[in-house]
C-alpha cells in the first residue's frame, strides 16, 4: 500500500512538471534527469535518489529532526555520500536552460560550505553561489542565482560537512523556464586560402539546428551560399564547423552565418570581410549571351593556362574548362543544356586571385 501511495506521489509530481512545461511556467528542470556523484554511502543511496520528485517535506514524521517520511512514517530516499570533503553531486539537465534558483532538501547530514556550480560540458565548472556556514539545523536551501546562469550541468560541491557523516541530500531541485536556450556560437572566422575562402566556427546547439552560410558584394543584400543541418543538435556540447567557398568575387567578399533552431527566431553572426584582387581583368562578349559560343578577351596574364569556371549564383559550379591564353583571346562553348539565367564567370590564373564576373544567358 505503501509503495503504490509514493509511486502516485511521483507519478503526481512528474504530470505537474509535464503540465508546466507545456504552458511554458518556470518549473523543477532536474526532475527525472541523469544524475552523478563523487560517491556514494552504499548501493541504496545513489544520486539518482535526489532527482526522483519526492522526499521535499523535512516537516513530515518528526518536525525537525532532519528526517523526510511520508504521511506514514516513511523515510524518502536519498543520496548520500563518504563520510570525507570534498564530494559532490551534479545532474545532467539534458539541454542549456536558463538556471535561476537551486533548491536543497537536506538530510541531518548536510553541509556547512558548498558552492553551485554550472557547466556546458560537464568537466569545466562555473561557481554560481557559494554558502558558508550552513547552520546543522538548516535543512533546505533556497538559493537564487541571479543573473539567471545558462548551463546543461549542476552540481553542488561540498568543501565542509556539519555531521561526521557524508552529504546527504533528499531533492536537489534545479528551476528554470522550460525555453531550450538557442544556438550559442562561440567564434567565427574567414580566411582567404588560395582561391578560396575557409570559414571556421565553434558551436553549441540543443534542438534540430540549421547555419546558412551566406555572402554578399556590398555588406547589405546577403544570398546563402551554402547550409550545413543537424536534425538533432549536439546536446549543447559545442563543436567545430567548417565551410569552403570555392567561388569567391574579385574586390571585398562579405560573409555571415545565418542560424537557427527549432522553435527558436532567425539569428545572423558578425559580418567578416575578405578581399580579392581584381589584377587580371577580361571581357565577355556577347553578353547577354543567347548561343552556346562565349567569348573572353584577357589582359596580362604570366600563365600559358587558366581555368575558366561557370557558377551558378549560388557558388555550384555547372561547367569548368581549362585553356591555353597563347592569343589572349579564347572561346568557351557552352552546354547546350543549361538553363537561362544569371551565372558567374571566373577566370583562376594559377595561385593569383579569381577574378569573376555575372553573364546573363538566354535561351
Known sequence: MRSKIYTTLVSFFMTFGLIAAA???????????????????????????????????????????????DAFGVEYSRWASEYSDPQWIAVDLGNRYAVNSVKLY?????????????????????????????????????????PAAAARYV???????????????????????????????????????????????????????????????????????????FPTGTNGIANQYSFTDESPQ????????????????????????VRFSADQSFRISPNPVSGNLLRLELGNTRDTRVNIRLLTLTGKVVDQQQMNTRSGTLEMKLNRHLSAGTYILQVLDGTRSVYSKQIIINR
Open 23 to 69: 504552458i511554458g511556467q518556470d518549473i523543477n528542470l532536474a526532475v527525472g534527469k541523469t544524475a552523478s556523484s563523487s560517491s556514494v554511502e552504499d548501493a541504496g543511496y545513489g544520486p539518482e535518489h535526489a532527482f526522483d520528485g519526492a522526499g521535499y517535506d523535512t516537516e513530515d514524521g518528526s518536525p525537525g529532526d532532519g528526517k523526510a517520511r
Open 250 to 273: 574579385a574586390g571585398l567578399n562579405y560573409y555571415r552565418l545565418e542560424y537557427t533552431e527549432t522553435g527558436e527566431k532567425t539569428l545572423y553572426s558578425d559580418v567578416l570581410s
Open 106 to 146: 537536506w538530510e541531518v547530514a548536510n553541509g556547512e560550505d558548498f558552492t553551485i556550480d554550472v557547466s556546458d560540458d560537464g568537466s569545466t565548472w562555473t561557481t554560481v553561489a557559494t554558502i558558508t556556514g550552513n547552520s546543522s539545523t538548516t535543512f533546505y536551501n533556497d538559493i537564487a542565482i541571479s
Open 155 to 229: 552540481r553542488m560541491h561540498g568543501t565542509a560537512r556539519t555531521t561526521g557523516w557524508g552529504y546527504s541530500l533528499y531533492e536537489f531541485e534545479v528551476w528554470g523556464p522550460n525555453s531550450i536556450l538557442p544556438i550559442r556560437l562561440n567564434d567565427f572566422s574567414a580566411q582567404k586560402q588560395n582561391n578560396s575562402v575557409k570559414l571556421d566556427w565553434n558551436a553549441s546547439m540543443d534542438a534540430e539546428s540549421r547555419f546558412n552560410i551566406q555572402r554578399s558584394s556590398n555588406g547589405a543584400d546577403f544570398t546563402t551560399i551554402g547550409t550545413l543541418h
